[in-house]
């Protein structure tokens, strides 16, 4: 069945350390790719989606390309800051489930000042 | 401002006993979503709801029942509790597409004794 795989449950990084958070998919169709924030005490935001092959998304310092051929979407930001400390999901959406969301499992990032 | 309400936000509930959880959404979505939250589980789709009057089975379903009276309004509701059901459950609205973003509520966290 559809899936998406987080590989990182827990990262740890200092402030200015490089992110990169890893997702990879499972979908029968040609999903849209998502990437949420969750902050502490409130409900997941969207952060941006990719459509398309080689296609990038990118919000507030962060960015994912869209890779068909390994069928990943990985989270990355050259730089981050104490207040990136959240929780970051990795979704698909596919046609045939009419606005239905798949998530991973969420990562966990803490960001030490 | 649009947005995604639910209530409670905090319910402890007796194994056994009824439990009703409301949201409400003034964003004008179609779809309505109830997620809920688990370490190591991440988001799982319980119901959702493409309107007023309809509902659907999500991935687990079990145990759980859902309501969309109208619109702006879905409830879910667990007719007898269990601890097993103790989790952070959140409410979603958003369009019927799979370019869909979906808007949270900030969550309701619910234990079962």
């Known amino acids: 069945g559809d899936s998406v795989t987080q590989t990182e449950g827990q990262v740890a990084l200092s402030e200015e350390d490089f992110l990169t958070i890893h997702c990879n998919y499972s979908?029968?169709?040609?999903?849209?790719l998502f990437w949420y924030v969750q902050y502490p005490g409130e409900g997941p935001q969207f952060l941006f989606r990719?459509?398309?092959?080689?296609e990038k998304g990118s919000s507030r310092g962060f960015e994912a390309t869209y890779d068909k051929g390994t069928t990943s979407f990985h989270l990355r930001k050259a730089s981050v800051q104490e207040s990136d400390s959240a929780v970051y999901y990795c979704?698909?959406?596919?046609?045939?489930?009419?606005?239905?969301?798949?998530f991973g499992q969420g990562t966990k990032l803490s960001i030490k000042p | 401002e649009a947005a995604v309400t639910q209530s409670p936000r905090n319910k402890v509930a007796v194994t056994g006993g009824k439990v009703t959880l409301s949201c409400n959404q003034t964003?004008?979505?179609?779809?309505m979503y109830w997620y809920r939250q688990d370490t190591g589980h991440g988001l799982r789709l319980i119901h959702y709801?493409?309107?007023?009057?309809?509902?659907e089975k999500g991935d687990i379903p079990d145990g759980y029942k859902a309501s969309r009276p109208s619109q702006e309004n879905f409830s879910l509701i667990l007719e007898l509790a269990t601890p097993s059901q103790t989790s952070v459950y959140f409410c979603?609205?958003?369009?019927?597409?799979?370019?869909?973003?979906?808007?949270f509520g900030a969550g309701t966290r619910l234990s079962v004794l």
């Open positions: 979908a029968s169709g040609y999903p849209a």
């Open positions: 964003n004008n979505h179609n779809n």
């Open positions: 979704a698909l959406g596919l046609n045939y489930n009419q606005g239905k969301l798949i």
């Open positions: 979603a609205s958003g369009e019927r597409s799979s370019q869909n973003t979906l808007y």
């Open positions: 990719a459509s398309r092959d080689k």
């Open positions: 709801s493409y309107g007023a009057g309809s509902t």
